[in-house]
């Protein structure tokens, strides 16, 4: 029996995939969590096979608590998944150290199927994301821009297209105010506009939001 836990926010979800889990599916929830202090307290007495990990994680946002995961406790296989657009986040996560990405639309046999393959050493994504990988489109050329972009590039661009000003952004990276200036001028570089207006229009064209 694999052993699962489980870091989201909502009780429901908690409390929906943990039942779901336990109709003879090989998997077994050994504990929850709704921020991120919580969940590496709990991670001091209990070590799962697999962390499913909600992306817009409370404290500290997923990609952020992933790398921290992958510092503290490397054993420990990450099941990323969001409400936020797939194609986006899902590079991201990989890229972070996570074993999978899983969109909060998919069917609810993708979770046993995602930690299935986890389980089994190999990386998770839907046959759909695969896809939009493999043919980048000409009208994507949002996608093909937002590809460009760092794991820490994302995270700025999100936490400022969220409404944050450059003083919280910077406090929640654990990064200076200057280094996010810095950043705020490689994204308008890299995605090809030259004032915050254009930014986060660019931001909401790629579903930052």
Do not use: W
Not at 59 to 77: F, Q, S, T, W, Y
Not at 99 to 111: E, F, V, W
Not at 141 to 151: D, H, V
């Amino acid at each position: 029996m694999k052993t699962v836990f489980i870091a989201d926010s909502h009780p429901v979800v908690q409390v929906g995939i943990t039942q779901m889990l336990s109709i003879e599916t090989g998997f077994k929830v050994i504990g929850t969590a709704r921020t991120s202090s919580e969940l590496f307290e709990k991670l001091e007495n209990e070590t799962p096979d697999i962390l499913m990990l909600e992306m817009d994680f409370p404290e500290i946002n997923g990609i952020a608590c992933l790398r921290k995961m992958k510092k503290n406790h490397p054993d420990v296989k990450v099941l990323m998944y969001s409400g936020q657009s797939e194609d986006v986040y899902a590079i991201s996560s990989i890229r972070a150290g996570a074993q999978g990405y899983l969109s909060k639309n998919a069917d609810l046999d993708y979770i046993v199927a995602a930690l299935e393959k986890i389980s089994d050493g190999k990386m998770f994504i839907t046959n759909e994301l695969a896809q939009r990988l493999a043919f980048d489109e000409g009208t994507q050329k949002p996608r093909r821009l937002f590809r460009k972009l760092s794991t820490r590039e994302i995270e700025v661009l999100k936490m400022l297209a969220s409404g944050k000003r450059n003083k919280d952004v910077a406090l929640g990276l654990g990064l200076n105010e200057k280094t996010i200036s810095t950043y705020k001028a490689r994204l308008m570089k890299k995605l090809n506009v030259d004032n915050m207006v254009d930014l986060l229009q660019q931001a909401k064209a790629l579903d930052i939001f």
